[in-house]
C-alpha cells in the first residue's frame, strides 16, 4: 500500500541507520528508489515534521535502493534533523536541480564541510581512467569525515585525497584553497568542482578561472518551495533551485551577490 | 493587418497582456528584468508590508494530486522601504508594487516610500488567505476597503488595482466597495483557502496548517469571478487563477479580463511561460481575425 509519488509532495521514509561522522555531524540513511540514484548536485527539500523543511544534497549509500542526508547540527532545523533517531520519520520531496557536468582527465575536488556530499557522489560518476585529487577542508582533525569513503571509492584510480585542517591537527595545515593554490601552480586540471562555504568557493573559481581551467560550484541559499516560486534563492537574476545548484565559473563570476551577499528569510540581502 | 498583444487596463498601458502574479519570485530586481526578457507584460512584487516580515517556517509549499499547490508562506517580504530601495533603479521594467497591510494608514505609509520610484501601479492585496488581520481578512470588511482605497487614491497619482479573492463575505461586495472607493482596475482572484495532510505521519503538512490552493483547480472559479465581475461593474480587470497556457489565458480575456497574471504555472513550467502563452494568444489572434486585445475583451458575455 504505497501512495502514489510525486515530486513536489512529500514522501515519507523511516530512519533505518545514523552514523556519526564528528562530534556534530551525522549520515541519516533510509530506502528510498527515486533518491538512491540522483545526479551529483540534486538536492530533496526534507521535512522534519511538526519543524521544519529544508533542502539537503542527497548523500549516496554503499547499499542498494538506499539514500541519505548528512547533517551537521547548526540551527533549529537541522538540529532537529540531526536528532532523528532510527525508525522515525522524515518527508522528502525531489530531486531538485541540475548536477554537475561530468568531465573525464584531471580533476580536482574541492570541498569543506557537508559541502563534501554532491562531491563525494560526484566520485561515484568518474571513470578509472581519470586522474582524481580531492581536497578536503576542516576547522580541526575530529570535524574530519569522508576521507577513508573517499579513498574507497577512488581505489580504482590514480588519485590523492588531501586533508586540511585550519589549526593543523591533521593532515596539511591551512585553508582548503591555499593547498588548491599550491597545486595548480604546476598541475593543469580538466576541470575543478567545488562545494562548501561561498568564500572558500569564491575563492576556488577566481583560482580556477584565473588559471583558464573549468570549474563549477554548487551553490546553497535560503530556500522555502525548491520550485522557482517563491524566489527566496536567487543569486542576481538566478535561482539555485531552478537554475542550480550547479553553476560554471564563468556565470558566477558576473554575479555581483556570489561571494559577497545571500538573502535572510524576509529577502534582504546580507553579507557573508 | 497583424495582430498586437498591447491591451490596456484602464490607464495601465502594457506591451503583453500577461503579467507575473504577486507571491511569484519578486524579490530581487535582477530576476524582474530576467521575467519581462522572458516575455512578461509587467511583473507584480511580492505583497510588501511596512516592516520586514520572515513569513511561515517551512513547509510553506505543497503539490496537490492533479495539479495545483498549496502554498503558506506567509507574506515573507523585505519591507517597503528597502524593497523600494532595491527597484530604485530600475529604469525598463513596469513594475507593480503589491501592498499588504490592515489600516489605510499602513497603505499610506508604504505610497509614500514609492513617492520618486517609477510603479506601473500599486496592487493592493485583499485576499491573502493565510496571514492574519491582513489580505482576506481586509477583503472581507467592504467599509474598510472603500478607507483604504479613498485613502490610497488620495495619496498617489498612479493606478491602484485591488486584489479580491473569495473569503467570508460575497467578493462582489469586496468589488462594489473598491470600485465606489475609486479604484483603477480589480484582479480577480487569490488563492482559496485549502490544507493538506500526510496520512502516514497524520498531520497537516503547512506550517500554518491552512494555506491558499492556486493553480489548474482553481482556474474555473477564477474565469466564473472575471466573468461576474465583468458583467456588473464597468471596471477593468485582471484575470488570475491557474493560468499555465494561451487557451487559459483567451478565456480569461473572452470572460473579460483585458490581462492576464501568471504565478504557479511558473513553477510548473518556469518563465518560459510567458513566451508561450504570448505566442498562443498571437496565433489565435491571426486564426480568429482579431487585430486587438481589446476587441476580444468580455465577448462570452454577448451570450
Not at chain 1, 14 to 23: A, L, S
Not at chain 2, 249 to 259: D, T
Request: proline fraction near 4%.
Amino acid at each position: 500500500m504505497v501512495v502514489q509519488r510525486n515530486s513536489n509532495r512529500q514522501t515519507i521514509c523511516k530512519i533505518e541507520k545514523v552514523t556519526d561522522e564528528t562530534p556534530t555531524v551525522r549520515t541519516l540513511t533510509f530506502s528510498d528508489d527515486v533518491l538512491c540514484n540522483v545526479l551529483p548536485g540534486q538536492f530533496a527539500m526534507v521535512w522534519v515534521p511538526g519543524v521544519n523543511e529544508l533542502p539537503m544534497s542527497v548523500m549516496i549509500s554503499p547499499e542498494k535502493g538506499k539514500a541519505a542526508f548528512t547533517i551537521r547540527k547548526y540551527g533549529q532545523s537541522s538540529t532537529a534533523l540531526y536528532n532523528v533517531k532510527v525508525g522515525e520519520s522524515i518527508g522528502v520531496r525531489g530531486p531538485y536541480g541540475n548536477s554537475f557536468t561530468i568531465k573525464k582527465g584531471k580533476l580536482l575536488l574541492v570541498g569543506g564541510g557537508t559541502g563534501l556530499v554532491p562531491l563525494i557522489r560526484l566520485l561515484t560518476f568518474f571513470t578509472p581512467t581519470d586522474d582524481v585529487t580531492i581536497i578536503m577542508g576542516a576547522k580541526t582533525k575530529n570535524e574530519v569525515f569522508f576521507e577513508d569513503y573517499a579513498n574507497r571509492l577512488l581505489d580504482k584510480n590514480k588519485h590523492q585525497v588531501i586533508v586540511a585542517t585550519e589549526d593543523g591537527t591533521y593532515g596539511q595545515k591551512g585553508l582548503v584553497t591555499d593547498i588548491m593554490d599550491k597545486l595548480c601552480q604546476d598541475t593543469k586540471f580538466d576541470a575543478v568542482y567545488t562545494c562548501g562555504p561561498e568564500l572558500m568557493m569564491s575563492k576556488v573559481v577566481s583560482i580556477a578561472t584565473s588559471k583558464g581551467m573549468f570549474v563549477e560550484a554548487s551553490l546553497e541559499r535560503m530556500m522555502k518551495c525548491g520550485v522557482g516560486i517563491c524566489g527566496s534563492c536567487c543569486v542576481n537574476d538566478l535561482l539555485v533551485c531552478k537554475d542550480g545548484t550547479i553553476f560554471d565559473g564563468k556565470t558566477l563570476l558576473s554575479k555581483s551577490e556570489f561571494g559577497h551577499t545571500h538573502r535572510n528569510k524576509a529577502g534582504i540581502l546580507e553579507a557573508y | 493587418m497583424n495582430p498586437s498583444l498591447f491591451t490596456s487596463i484602464g490607464s495601465i498601458k502594457l506591451a503583453r497582456p500577461t503579467i507575473l502574479a504577486s507571491g511569484i519570485l519578486g524579490i530581487s530586481l535582477d530576476v524582474f528584468n530576467r521575467i519581462y526578457q522572458a516575455g512578461a507584460g509587467a511583473v507584480v512584487t511580492k505583497s510588501l508590508s511596512k516592516e520586514p516580515w520572515d513569513g511561515y517556517p517551512n513547509p510553506t509549499i505543497f503539490g496537490v494530486k492533479g495539479g495545483g499547490w498549496i502554498n503558506a508562506v506567509g507574506l515573507s517580504n523585505p519591507g517597503a522601504p528597502n524593497f523600494a530601495k532595491m527597484i530604485s533603479s530600475n529604469k525598463d521594467v513596469p513594475i507593480i508594487v503589491s501592498l499588504v497591510g490592515s489600516i489605510p494608514k499602513d497603505f499610506e505609509f508604504m505610497i509614500k516610500q514609492f513617492e520618486d520610484i517609477s510603479v506601473l501601479a500599486f496592487e493592493l492585496n485583499l485576499s491573502c488567505p493565510h496571514v492574519a488581520k491582513v489580505g482576506l481578512e481586509v477583503g472581507d470588511d467592504p467599509d474598510l476597503v472603500k478607507k483604504i482605497v479613498k485613502t490610497v487614491k488620495s495619496k498617489t497619482d498612479v493606478p491602484v488595482i485591488a486584489k479580491v479573492g473569495l473569503g467570508t463575505t460575497n467578493y462582489l461586495d469586496t468589488v462594489d466597495a473598491a470600485c465606489k472607493a475609486g479604484i483603477d482596475a480589480i484582479t480577480a482572484i487569490n488563492t482559496l483557502r485549502a490544507m493538506a495532510i500526510d496520512v502516514e505521519t497524520e498531520r497537516p503538512i503547512l506550517s500554518n496548517k491552512i494555506g491558499g490552493l492556486s493553480g489548474t483547480p482553481i482556474k474555473p472559479v477564477a474565469v466564473r469571478c472575471v466573468y461576474e465581475i465583468s458583467s456588473q461593474y464597468d471596471i477593468p480587470i485582471i484575470g488570475c487563477g491557474g493560468i499555465s497556457s494561451w487557451d487559459d489565458a483567451v478565456e480569461f480575456i473572452l470572460a473579460g479580463a483585458s490581462a492576464v497574471q501568471i504565478g504557479s504555472a511558473v513553477g510548473d513550467n518556469w518563465i518560459s511561460v510567458f513566451d508561450d502563452i504570448n505566442k498562443g494568444i498571437l496565433q489565435y489572434m491571426e486564426k480568429k481575425g482579431f487585430s486587438k486585445i481589446e476587441d476580444m475583451v468580455g465577448r462570452a458575455k454577448k451570450f
